[in-house]
Structure formats: C-alpha cells, structure tokens
C-alpha cells in the first residue's frame, strides 16, 4: 500500500488526513468550493478546495477523505488562473477572490446559486422568477469593521515559513495560531487606517509587553476592533489584551499614539481585558472600559440613525445593506400587493411581521416605506430592547416590538389572528430550522419576504414552503460581500395553495 492510501472497513481511502497535494482546480461549486479531480480505474476521485477558482493551480491539505471525494483545505495558490488580474491590495485570507475581476465574481456566484434552487430546492424553472443580480455600490473599502489578530508566531509570505516575531494582522489561512502581518491596505477597510496599522504594530512591540502566543495561551496584546461610522467617518477602536503585565501597559500613551495617527476621527476607544484561553475577542469573565471618546458610532441607513456599540450586530456592508433593504420594501409595496384582497379598512388592520428582527432595522424602513403596521419579533429579549430605543430615536412610529416564541405568538397576541398580511424572515446563516419554519407557516400569512444570506438553506426550504402550499415567485440576490464567495438572496413565497395550517405540526 502507498504512503497516500489506506483501507478502512473494506473501503480504500485514497488520503489520509493532512496529506499534502498540489492540484489544478477545474470547476467550481457554490460557496467557493474548487473542485479538482484525479483520474482512477473507477472514475474521477473529486477533490473539494475551499476559496479557489477554476485554472489555479494551488497547494492544499487533505482535511476529510470518503471513499469517492476529498475536502482539502488552502494552503497557498501557486498559479493564478489566466483571468486573475493583479488587485493592488496585500492579500488577505478573508478575500480570496480579489484577484478575480468582479464581472467574473458575479457569474460564480449567480451560475453556482441558481443551482442550488435547481438542485436542492427542485426549482426546475428557476430561470423563470429569477430577476436579477444586485451589485454593491462599492467593490472596494466597503467593509465597516474589522478584527486585527496579534500572535507571536508569524507566517512568512516570502518562505512560507512560520517564524517567532510580533504580528498584527490576519490568521494565516488555515491556521489559529499564526498572523500574517498586514503592512498595508487590504482593498476591504479603511484604507488609512491599514495603511497605518504598521506603525501602531511598531509602537505596541516597543511597549516591551509581549503579543499573545496562541499554542501556549499565554502573552499580553490579543485584538484589536475598529468599527467605522460611513455615515460620519469616524473609528471605534476597541484593544484587547490579558491581564498579564497590564501594570506595565500605559493607556495614556496608547490614548496618545492613536491621536497622532488617527486625529480627530477617533470617536472612542475601550480596553477590554480577556483572560480566556479560547481564542475569541469577546470573553465571558472579561471586562471593557471606555478610556477615551464615546462608546458608540452613529451610523445611517435609508434616512433612519442607528447608535452602534462595538458589540452590536449592524449590516458590515452598509451602502450595500441599503440596496438589500430596498428589495425587501419593494417586495412588499402594498399598492402592488395581489394578494390584497378585502376592503380599505381591513387594509388598514393588515400588518407586517418581521421575523428574527434583531435591533429593528428592516422594521422601521418597513413601516416608514410602506405606511403599514410592522410588528417586530425576536426571541432574544436584548435586541428587542435595542429596537424600541432605536425606534424612539428616530420618532418611527406604526411600529411595535416583541420578545415572542414563533410558534406562540398568536396564542399571545390573538388579535393578530388573520391580519398578518406579510412575513418578513431575515434568519442568521445556519437558516431556520425546520421546526422553527413549521412554526412561520403556522401563521398563515398569504406572502413571505425570506432574506437569506446562506442560499443553501434557503433552497432547502423551498421544498418545505411547497409542500404547504408556498410557491417562489421572485428571487434575486445581493453582492453584500464582493471578493468572498458570499451571496446574499430575497426570495418572495406566495400562498397560491390552500392547506390545513392547524395540522401542521412544529416538528
């Protein structure tokens, strides 16, 4: 038996775990998944490469290997295809498409999806209801936060080598333990702060206090945040370090150095202290304290200010976001609504739910667009607080916010019985589950927005909405993450079936 090959239960598997190879990518498939194929006396052995496009050639390592198909994972892409052009930017990991002119992004990205609707979702005409591809205003710098990694072991571009030093920058593809310095602009963020962040990484190594090394847990400076304010063009930086030699750390000096390279655009700075082995910026035990400036940036959308914490969740691409959102207000343009039916005062009692509405952003543009009644639901108490302060802040009115359970929702507010005229659903990645989707169709609304930014799940669901009588009648999808394989999708579902929705049941 060769060194590349062994048998388990009567099967040969032709790699084991973390063999290294060197292949050329010959198709892709959705969510950036290269595929490369080895020849064998049964057939292809497909090979999976994450972040890659057809005519690399790259070199990767073997993460998971079946009898038929391997999942290998990134390492380094030795040629670039014969389309790849030269961005001007450092690479980074978190952008492996930046060498890929945007036409050719939108073509993966619209090709690889519509497949998926074909494929997993069995929507046979997807062409059909398909209306379009909706670009991001900007392809470049228009990221509104990003998370800097320090380490004390660095990967070197040049020897592809590991090396003991101090690094500030990006984990190293496929590794939690070593950062790739970033020693200037990445095309992603704010292109003065990258630009700069060498200088800040200079003066935290002269401090003497050493960067966290992630093997051994141990080790002083561990993160640093920055969100940025479009809107306003300012920065909140938020450094997080341990506990370990913390005396010997001078805020003031830090306070200092950021104002001689940022100046007044610096809306606040926080320390946080993280003593957790895991390697997250947030920590259960930890502390934060504002040491300078604010603790929130003020962000717009649509004409609506929303106050954004370093911690709470807002659109990444907001410009982009806007877009997002007018898809979403156009879906639901009441004076274009089919399925309306009944006299003008039961329009008036008719609302809009929005589901898994977090801190009430599609909300508010909601019932400021549509002049609807929107109510707001989520199960996470936190952000429903959130979205009655931003709501109040903005004098939107029409709007009410609950911290409800989907399924028992109408139990508890009876009087929504038979006025839900739309659902809004906008779930995290993983999608909705399936009991939690049982639950959504048991309100019985005529027509359902689902934005997703995962079109996987979303095709997956297609087939549930079907069965209880839910038909796709428009699909588009949003470029909110230019140069990642990300995709984000509006689908609309209208009920043009009748069915029993008491019998469903949630699981």
Known sequence: MSRTTFAIVGRERRFKKNDPLELR????????????????????FVIFVQNTFPGQLVRCRVVKCKSKHAECRLEEVLERAPEEIEPG?????GAPYTHVPIALQKKLKEDTALDLYRRIGAVEDVQSVYRGFVDSPKHWHYRNKMEYSFSAILHDPESGEKI????????????????????????????????????LRD????TGLPPW??????????????????????LLFNLVTSSTGIKEFSREAFIDKMHELFGNRIAGILHSVNDSTGERVESREGSS?????KSIITESMHGLKFDISMSSFFQTNPSCAERLYAEVIAAIDPANDSLHVGTATQAKQDVIMDLFCGTGTIAQ???????????????????????????????TTGVQFHAADVGKFLLEFPEYVGRIRTIVLDPPRNGISPKTLRKVIRLGAPKMVYVSCNPATQARDVN?????????TSLKFVDQFPHTSHVEAVAVFEKTARSDFQSITPN
């Open 89 to 93: 930017f450092q690479d980074i990991s």
């Open 365 to 395: 543009l909601l019932v400021r667009h549509t002049g609807m009644k929107v109510i707001g639901v989520d199960i996470v108490a936190d952000a429903i607080e959130n979205a009655k302060i931003s709501a109040e802040k903005n004098g």
């Open 203 to 206: 003066w935290f190594e002269a």
């Open 25 to 44: 990518i010959e198709d892709i498939a959705f969510g950036g998944q290269g595929i490369a194929r080895i020849p064998t006396e049964k057939g292809p």
């Open 289 to 293: 304290e504002l040491i300078f400036g």
């Open 164 to 199: 003991d030093g101090f690094g500030l920058g990006f984990k190293r593809r496929g590794t939690w333990w070593a950062v790739e310095n970033l020693d200037g602009d990445s095309g992603l963020f704010d292109e003065s702060v990258e630009n700069q962040l060498h200088l």
């Open 213 to 234: 090394h992630p093997p051994q847990r141990v080790g002083f400076f561990r993160f640093l945040v920055v969100r940025k304010s479009i809107a306003d063009n300012t």
């Open 464 to 472: 549930t909405l079907r069965e209880f009588g839910y038909t796709m």
